[in-house]
C-alpha cells in the first residue's frame, strides 16, 4: 500500500511559478514510477509528467515540456514538480500517482487527494 500527499498548489498569476511536493509513504516505493496528472473543470485527467525514483528517467506532456521539471528526493520519499511560466491553461487540480509508468491513468493504482492550482490571466 503506498500513500501520497501533495501540496503547494495555490493562486499564481501567469508567468508566475509554483513549487509542488508529493510525500509518498509504503513499503517498496521505489518498485513505482511516480506520475504527476492534472484535471480541468469538465475535463478528463491527463498526464503531466512522471518520474523514477532514481531521477534518471523523466518524461512530459508536450504542453509542459520545457515548463515544468519533475525532481526526486529518496531520502525523503517525495517528488516535486516544479511550474514555471504558468499559464491559464494550467489551471487544474495536480494529483501525484504511484504505477507501472506511462502516460496511461490506468497504469497508476495509487493516487493522492490532489491539489488546486489556479493561473490567473
Known amino acids: 500500500q503506498v500513500q501520497l500527499v501533495e501540496s503547494g498548489g495555490g493562486l499564481v498569476q501567469a508567468g508566475g511559478s509554483l513549487r509542488l511536493s508529493c510525500a509518498a509513504s509504503g513499503r517498496t516505493l521505489s518498485r513505482y514510477v511516480m506520475g504527476w496528472f492534472r484535471q480541468a473543470p469538465g475535463k478528463e485527467r491527463e498526464f503531466v509528467a512522471a518520474i523514477t525514483w532514481s531521477g534518471y528517467s523523466t518524461y512530459y506532456a508536450d504542453s509542459v515540456k520545457g515548463r515544468f521539471t519533475s525532481s526526486s528526493d529518496n531520502a525523503k520519499n517525495t517528488v516535486s514538480l516544479q511550474m514555471n511560466t504558468l499559464k491559464p491553461e494550467d489551471t487544474a487540480v495536480y494529483y501525484c500517482?504511484?504505477?507501472?509508468?506511462?502516460?496511461?491513468?490506468?497504469?497508476?493504482?495509487?493516487w493522492g487527494q490532489g491539489t488546486q492550482v489556479t493561473v490567473s490571466s
Open positions: 500517482a504511484a504505477g507501472r509508468g506511462g502516460s496511461s491513468r490506468e497504469r497508476y493504482d495509487y
